[in-house]
């Protein structure tokens, strides 16, 4: 059995997230949603006194299925105090900052000190490049994926700027895409070539909105967060490519992807 006080539950629309504390340590766990019943059976299990506190989508019907007693959290509220307390960690927490949660939908929130708001948010986030990457792969495991992705070259199915001009001078970055997917069936493309395309598209999307959202907020200090990047390198390597050309100041946020259940713990 665990010494367990406190444990903060995030469950959203693909995963839960766990952290609990034992003996002045955290401990960070994650479970597909489609393990929730056998992972709420074993916390139960292990950790019988435990108080819990929940957050995320999700988190009524499991109060209802298996913690009646829980304090609930809303979920921007744990996302932000969560974020708060891993940037403390961090050591370098700016006063003003946009942070930006990639999860399975993608959300914007403008942080000052302790006070918060959600500015936007987009249907385009890590349950689009599951899903479209299982339509156009016939794969649907996360890493594998990101692998693919990762091989892949986006040339072959995005129409650059450069494609359209046919080598003549282009009046922005010839680079730049010029139109998601739009090649079509013109070259021969690869599940990996397709995966690196889908990832594009979602970076792209996102940087688009986060340089709207920083002008109109007049900040650009931009801190991601969320399970998609977990162990994303091409992801992250898409949005790192951005941040020089548009002047943004980004930082993926350690233990990102647990803000929401720690903001929940530190409820308790
Ligand atoms: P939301 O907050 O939008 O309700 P969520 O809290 O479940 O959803 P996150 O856990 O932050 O969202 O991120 C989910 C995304 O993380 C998935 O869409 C996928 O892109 C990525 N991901 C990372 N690891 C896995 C995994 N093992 N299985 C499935 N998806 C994963
Ligand atoms: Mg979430």
């Not at 349950?127 to 693919?148: A, I, R």
């Amino acid at each position: 059995m665990l010494s367990v006080q406190k444990v903060g539950i995030d469950a959203g629309g693909t995963l839960i997230k766990l952290v609990y504390e034992e003996n002045g340590v955290f401990h960070y766990k994650t479970y597909h949603i489609s393990q929730l019943e056998s992972a709420m059976e074993w916390l139960k299990l292990m950790a019988p006194s435990a108080k819990v506190a929940l957050t995320g989508g999700k988190a009524v019907f499991l109060s209802k299925q298996f913690f009646n007693d829980a304090v609930q959290v809303p979920e921007f509220d744990a996302a932000c105090n969560g974020a708060r307390y891993f940037l403390d960690m961090d050591g370098n927490k700016p006063d003003v900052c946009l942070l930006v949660n990639i999860g399975t939908g993608t959300s914007w929130f403008y942080l000052q000190g302790e006070k918060q708001e959600r500015i936007l948010g987009s249907g385009i986030g890590g349950g689009t490049f599951m899903g479209l990457g299982e339509l156009l792969t016939n794969e649907k495991d996360y890493t594998h994926l990101v692998q693919l992705a990762q091989k892949g070259n986006k040339a072959k199915v995005d129409l650059t700027v450069k494609d359209i001009y046919m080598g003549e001078d282009t009046p922005v970055d010839g680079n730049l895409t010029a139109s998601n997917f739009a090649k079509g069936k013109k070259d021969e493309q690869s599940n990996e070539d397709l995966m690196a395309a889908v990832t594009n598209m979602v970076a792209e999307t996102i940087v688009l909105l986060t340089l709207q959202a920083a002008a109109i907020h007049q900040t650009n200090e931009v801190v991601y967060m969320g399970s998609t990047f977990s162990g994303n390198i091409p992801l992250k390597n898409v949005l790192e490519s951005y941040k020089g050309m548009l002047g943004l100041n980004t930082r993926f946020l350690k233990h990102g992807e647990f803000s929401g259940a720690m903001g929940a713990l530190l409820a308790i």
